[in-house]
C-alpha cells in the first residue's frame, strides 16, 4: 500500500464522523420538492419530463412517482419503475435539445430513485430513442445511445455528482465513463471505473480467495473457504435471469439470482446457482444456493446460501449398495444412484424427511422399474434419511466474500445451529500478510427480528393485559402478545453479512402485511383495536432498523369519538432506529388522500433525555412517493467548466 492510499485511508477512517455530520447537513439541505423542469448534463439538455404509465399509457407531465422497494426512513429508501430489472412498471419521457436549443428527438428511460439521509440519488437509463425529422448526421450523433446511464447525486446547497455511462457497440460495457462534481466554486472531474452499464460478476469477490485444495481436474473457477472447495464448473458463476434490486452510480448496485416473496423466508428462496464441493480431497457432493451481489463504491461482495445439498452419486451408490439387496433387481445400485442423482431436486437430504412418494416422483423420468426387486421406494427413502452427508455443508449455511483488492478480503462464514441453538459464526480478514479473526455476532442465518430495535420504547399504557413486548410510540401502544413478533413470515431482500441485510418489500405499491392482530391501547389503558403493519427491517454495520406501515386497522366497538381519532391512521409509518444506547423514532401519518404525510415527527432518544429532530427529517416523507425532481433540482450545465487535472488527494494535502 503507498503512502497516498495510507495516508487517504486514515483520512477516510477519521472522517468518518465527519461525513454522518456532512449526510445531516445534506439532509436539511435537499429539502425541495420535486421540480416538473428538465436539466442540462454537457451539451445535452433534458426538457418536458412526462411520466408514462406502462400499464395504462398515460402521460402526466413532470415525473414519475416511484412507490419505494425498500424503506427505512429516515434513513433510506429504495424505487424504481422497473420491477426487479424484470419488468418495465412505467417510463420517464424527456424531449433532447441540443447546446443550441435544437431538438434533437425524444427519449425513453427507466428510473431509479433513491433517498439516502435525504440525499436524492436518479439514475436514468435509456431505453428507446426517436430522432426528430430532418436531422444532420452530426446532430443525429448527439442522441443518447440506448442504454446510456445518467446518475444524479443531488447534494444540496449547489453540489451535486454527476455520472454519465456510454455503452458500447454491442452494449455490454461502458465505452466512455465520466463522473462530475458539481459545486457553486466550479466543477471537477473525478474519475471513477463504476460501470454502470456491465453486467456483475458475482464470481469477481471468490477469485481472491483461490484453490486450496490441491486437487487436480478443477475448473479455473474453484476457490477454498475454510476446508470446503467450491466448483461451479467451467463456465463460472452464471446467472441467467439477475434481478436488479438497486443501481445507483457510482455508489452502489445491488442485485440477487432468486427471491422469495412467498413469505416463507429464506427456506422458501429459490436455489439457483450450483457448486461441486470438494472436502478432504474428495468429492463430497452438489451444493446448491442462491446468491446475492453487489458493486458498493467499486467494492465487490458476493454471498450466497445453501439451499439444499446433494451427496456424490459414488457415495449414493456406496450406501444403496450396502443397506439394499440387489440379488432380485435387474438393475444395479450404480444405475439407481445415476437415476436419483438425476432427479434430486424433490429429494431434501439432510432434512430426515424423504418419503417414499418423493423417491417414486424422482424415478419417474427413468427406465428404471422396482417391481420384482423386493426393492421398495420405502427402502431406498430409509437409505437416502440416513445417508452420510460428510464433508457437505449444511441447508442454510451462509458464505459472504467481500474483496477490497490489493490481496485483502473478508469471509464470513455462518452455519446454522442444530435444534433452535445459535450459529456458529467465523469471520476472517485475508490479507497478504495473514489471516485475522475478526469475531462478529452478525448472524445471516436467522432472520431479522422486528422487536431488535425496539427496546428503549417502554409501554406506557396503563392496561393489565399489556404483554412485556409491548411498546410505546407517540402515546399509542402497541402489543404483539406474548409469543413477540413473527419472524417466520418474512420477505428476505438482501444480505452482504456482516455489512448488511434488508428484509420485507413492498409489491407494486402495497406493503404485504407480515405482522397481523397487533392489539392497540391508548395511555389510560383502554383496549383501542387491532392494526396489523407491514414492515421493512434492516442491520447495516450492526444498527437495526424497523418500519412499520399500517395495512389495516380494526377499530374496537364501542369507541368513543376521542378514541377513534387515538387509532393508527391506515398508512402511517413508525421506524425505528437503533444506535448502540440511542433510539431514534420516526413517525409519519397520512394526509386525507394517503399520497404525503398530514405531519412528521422524529425523536432521538438518548440516555440523557429526548432530543425532537422533527425538523432535521421533516423533509423525509415516508408516506409520499419518491420523486427524481428532488435529484436533479438545480443541476444545470452540470458537465461544463470541469477541472479535469484536478486530483483529489494533492487537494488534500498528500
Not at 454495520?541 to 381519532?565: M, N, P, R
Not at 402511517?572 to 394526509?591: M, Q, R
Request: charged share 10%; no cysteine; net charge negative.
Amino acid at each position: 500500500m503507498t503512502n497516498r492510499i495510507r495516508m487517504a485511508a486514515a483520512v477516510a477512517a477519521a472522517g468518518g464522523g465527519i461525513l454522518t455530520a456532512a449526510f445531516l447537513q445534506a439532509a436539511t439541505a435537499v429539502a425541495d420538492s420535486g421540480s416538473e423542469t428538465g436539466f442540462t448534463i454537457g451539451d445535452i439538455s433534458f426538457t418536458d419530463p412526462v411520466a408514462i404509465d406502462a400499464l395504462t399509457g398515460t402521460q402526466t407531465d413532470g415525473y414519475e412517482a416511484l412507490t419505494p422497494m425498500f424503506a427505512n426512513s429516515p434513513l433510506l429508501s429504495l424505487g424504481s419503475d422497473s420491477l426487479l430489472g424484470l419488468f418495465s412498471l412505467g417510463s420517464q419521457q424527456f424531449t433532447i435539445e441540443d447546446s443550441s436549443g435544437e431538438t434533437l428527438g425524444t427519449l425513453l428511460t427507466s428510473t431509479n430513485v433513491q433517498n439516502l439521509l435525504g440525499i436524492v440519488t436518479a439514475q436514468f437509463t435509456v431505453t428507446s430513442s426517436t430522432a426528430a425529422d430532418g436531422l444532420t448526421a452530426a446532430q443525429a450523433a448527439e442522441l443518447p445511445t440506448d442504454g446510456t446511464v445518467y446518475s444524479i447525486t443531488n447534494l444540496g446547497g449547489g453540489f451535486a455528482n454527476v455520472y454519465v455511462a456510454v455503452p458500447n457497440a454491442d452494449g455490454t460495457a461502458a465505452s466512455s465513463i465520466t463522473n462530475t462534481f458539481v459545486t457553486p466554486f466550479g466543477n471537477f472531474d473525478l474519475p471513477t471505473p463504476y460501470d454502470a452499464i456491465a453486467p456483475l460478476d458475482p464470481g469477481v469477490p471468490l477469485e481472491a480467495l483461490g484453490n486450496a485444495s490441491g486437487i487436480s481436474g478443477l475448473s479455473d473457477n474453484a476457490f477454498t473457504i475454510g476446508d470446503t472447495t467450491f466448483d461451479p464448473g467451467s463456465d463460472g458463476i452464471d446467472i441467467p435471469m439477475p434481478l436488479s434490486l438497486s443501481s445507483f452510480a457510482p455508489l452502489l448496485r445491488l442485485e440477487a439470482s432468486a427471491l422469495n416473496i412467498s413469505g416463507s423466508g429464506l427456506e422458501g428462496t429459490q436455489a439457483e446457482q450450483e457448486f461441486t464441493v470438494y472436502a478432504d480431497g474428495t468429492d463430497a457432493g452438489t451444493v446448491h444456493t442462491f446468491l446475492w451481489y453487489s458493486d458498493v463504491l467499486g467494492i465487490d461482495s458476493t454471498q450466497f446460501t445453501v439451499g439444499a445439498i446433494d451427496p456424490a452419486t459414488s457415495t449414493l451408490e456406496s450406501a444403496l449398495a450396502a443397506d439394499l439387496d440387489f440379488s432380485s433387481a435387474d438393475f444395479t445400485a450404480a444405475e439407481l444412484a445415476n437415476a436419483l442423482a438425476a432427479n434430486s431436486d424433490i429429494l431434501h437430504y439432510g432434512s430426515g424427511d424423504i418419503t417414499s412418494n418423493d423417491v417414486l416422483i424422482s424415478l419417474l423420468p427413468s427406465d428404471l422399474n422396482l417391481a420384482g426387486s423386493d426393492i421398495t421406494n420405502d427402502d431406498i427413502a430409509s437409505v437416502l434419511n440416513n445417508i452420510s452427508l460428510a464433508g457437505l455443508p449444511t441447508v442454510g449455511t451462509v458464505y459472504s466474500v467481500t474483496d477490497f483488492g490489493g490481496g485483502f478480503a473478508n469471509v464470513y462464514e455462518a452455519t446454522p445451529g442444530t435444534g433452535g441453538g445459535s450459529a456458529s459464526i467465523t469471520n476472517t480478514l485475508v490479507t497478504p500478510f495473514g489471516n485475522l479473526n475478526l469475531p462478529t455476532t452478525f448472524d445471516a442465518t436467522a432472520p431479522l427480528d422486528p422487536a431488535a430495535p425496539l427496546g428503549a420504547l417502554a409501554a406506557t399504557s396503563d392496561s393489565a393485559a399489556l404483554s412485556d413486548n409491548a411498546f410505546t410510540i407517540g402515546g399509542t401502544t402497541f402489543d404483539p402478545g406474548a409469543d413477540g413478533f413473527s419472524t417466520d413470515a418474512s420477505y428476505p431482500l438482501f444480505g452482504i453479512a456482516p455489512l448488511l441485510q434488508i428484509s420485507g418489500v413492498n409489491a407494486l405499491g402495497a406493503f404485504l402485511p407480515t405482522q397481523d392482530g397487533i392489539s392497540v391501547y391508548d395511555d389510560s389503558g383502554a383496549t383501542l383495536g387491532t392494526v396489523s403493519f407491514g414492515e421493512n427491517m434492516s442491520n447495516i454495520l450492526g444498527i437495526e432498523t424497523t418500519q412499520f406501515t399500517v395495512t389495516s386497522v380494526d377499530a374496537a366497538s364501542g369507541l368513543t369519538d376521542a378514541q377513534l381519532a387515538d387509532l393508527p391512521t391506515l398508512g402511517t409509518v413508525y421506524s425505528v432506529t437503533d444506535l448502540w444506547g440511542f433510539t431514534n423514532v420516526y413517525e409519519a401519518i397520512p394526509n386525507a388522500d394517503g399520497t404525503a404525510a398530514a405531519s412528521i415527527t422524529d425523536t432521538l432518544i438518548t440516555p440523557f433525555g429526548n432530543i425532537d429532530l422533527s425538523g432535521m427529517f421533516s423533509m423525509f416523507d415516508a408516506i409520499a412517493p419518491l420523486d427524481a425532481g428532488d435529484a436533479v433540482s438545480g443541476i444545470d450545465d452540470a458537465t461544463s467548466a470541469v477541472v479535469s487535472a484536478w486530483d483529489p488527494l494533492a487537494f488534500l494535502g498528500f
